[in-house]
Structures are given as structure tokens and as C-alpha cells.
């Protein structure tokens, strides 16, 4: 059975990089698409982006001058950078698999404050 | 891209049936059948419930089902019962090739 494990610092400072790592157990990195999706307190799903074909990738319009989404297939994990974050982007973030996001982590919560 | 459109809340009583809809356009649920639903319990991450507009994933109650109509995808609950009382969400692609959220529809068994 897959398992998905978010990690990553629960607090990052306004206009720095927010960096998460999810790693995969049970199952290859290297097929399926890898998504990150974020939710902030109290609001609703919003998807990031997702990686596919160990490299490929594709992004919220919204969000696409401001994301990067890596793979490393020899750790079996995959990497959500966001770049000049703010306030607004306080949210559990999670991790996925699938384009249907059959499978997800248990999510991590990451304040962005001074 | 725009959310899709969900009702902010729906309720009902043990052992009724309830739907909820999630509204699109032309250039997502209306084209393609990428359309998804997912529950999410307090404190939980969601769990995929139907998926390519109306497949059951394994272990998933045959009570959910899914539809779609137009522009509009429905997901029915039939049998209400206490522990179906959540947050659901719905996705579809896009004619961007990625997906896109409703807003989420808050379910209280009465």
C-alpha cells in the first residue's frame, strides 16, 4: 500500500522560499503524477502543481511565476518550492498521487510570519 | 481558471438521499470526464470518493455515486448516515490539461 509523508519547516518568514519534501513508500516515484494541493485554515482544496514522467511538470496558472515542483527518484521523494511567500500562502499543504489524487499525505501545516 | 461552483452547505436526515452539485463551464466538466469527488473529515486529508465522473474507488460505499449533466457533475449520497457528515469537494480538468477545485460543500447530517 502507498504511503505519502509530507516534511518540511512549519514556519517560514515572509518573502523567503517555503521548500517541502513528500517522501513515497510502497511504490515507485517514477510512474504516476505527483501532485502538491494546499489548503488554508478554514478555506477550501486549492492543487499547486504535479510532476509526471520523473520530470515533467505542470502548475497553477495562479501560482506558476512562484512554484517549482522536483522529483529524486533515488530518495523516491518529490519537492514543492514556492518562492516569495506571504501571508496569504499559510496553508496545510499535502501531497498527492494520481491525476485523480487516489492517494495523499497526512498534510503539514506551514505559517508563513515573522 | 476559475473554481467550479458548489453549494456552500447541504444537510439531510439519517437515511435520506442528498446531491450536490458542482457547477463548471464549457472549458472543463462540460468537455471532459476528469471529474472527481473527494470527502474530508475534520483534521483529516481527503479521500478520494468517485472519480472519472461516476467509478467507485475500492472500499468506497456503494451509497456515493456520481453524475454529470452539461456543465454540472452531481455527486448523490444515498442512505445518509452520521458519518457521512464532511466536507466535499469536487476537481475536473481542464482544457489547460490541469485540474481545478470547487469551493467545497459542507454536509451536516441532521
Known amino acids: 500500500q502507498v504511503q505519502l509523508q509530507e516534511s518540511g519547516p512549519g514556519l517560514v518568514k515572509p518573502s523567503e522560499t517555503l521548500s517541502l519534501t513528500c517522501t513515497v513508500s510502497g511504490g515507485s516515484i517514477s510512474i504516476y503524477y505527483w501532485s502538491w494541493i494546499r489548503q488554508p485554515p478554514g478555506k477550501g482544496l486549492e492543487w499547486i502543481g504535479y510532476i509526471y514522467n520523473s520530470g515533467s511538470a505542470d502548475y497553477n496558472p495562479s501560482l506558476k511565476s512562484r512554484v517549482t515542483i522536483s522529483v529524486d527518484t533515488s530518495k523516491n521523494q518529490f519537492s514543492l518550492q514556492l518562492s516569495s511567500v506571504t501571508a496569504a500562502d499559510t496553508a496545510v499543504y499535502y501531497c498527492?498521487?494520481?491525476?485523480?489524487?487516489?492517494?495523499w499525505g497526512q498534510g503539514t501545516l506551514v505559517t508563513v510570519s515573522s | 481558471q476559475s473554481a467550479l461552483t458548489q453549494p456552500a452547505s447541504v444537510s439531510g436526515s439519517p437515511g435520506q438521499s442528498i446531491t450536490i452539485s458542482c457547477t463548471g463551464t464549457?472549458?472543463?466538466?462540460?468537455?471532459?470526464?476528469?471529474v472527481s469527488w473527494y470527502q474530508q473529515h475534520p483534521g483529516k486529508a481527503p479521500k478520494l470518493m468517485i472519480y472519472a465522473v461516476n467509478i467507485r474507488p475500492s472500499g468506497v460505499s456503494i451509497r456515493f455515486s456520481g453524475s454529470k449533466s452539461g456543465n454540472t457533475a452531481s455527486l448523490t449520497i444515498s442512505g445518509l448516515q452520521a458519518e457521512d457528515e464532511a466536507d466535499y469537494y469536487c476537481?475536473?480538468?481542464?482544457?489547460?490539461?490541469?485540474?481545478?477545485f470547487g469551493g467545497g460543500t459542507k454536509l451536516t447530517v441532521l
Open positions: 498527492a498521487r494520481d491525476r485523480e489524487f487516489g492517494h
Open positions: 476537481t475536473s480538468y481542464t482544457s489547460n490539461t490541469t485540474p481545478v
Open positions: 464549457s472549458s472543463d466538466i462540460g468537455t471532459y470526464n476528469d
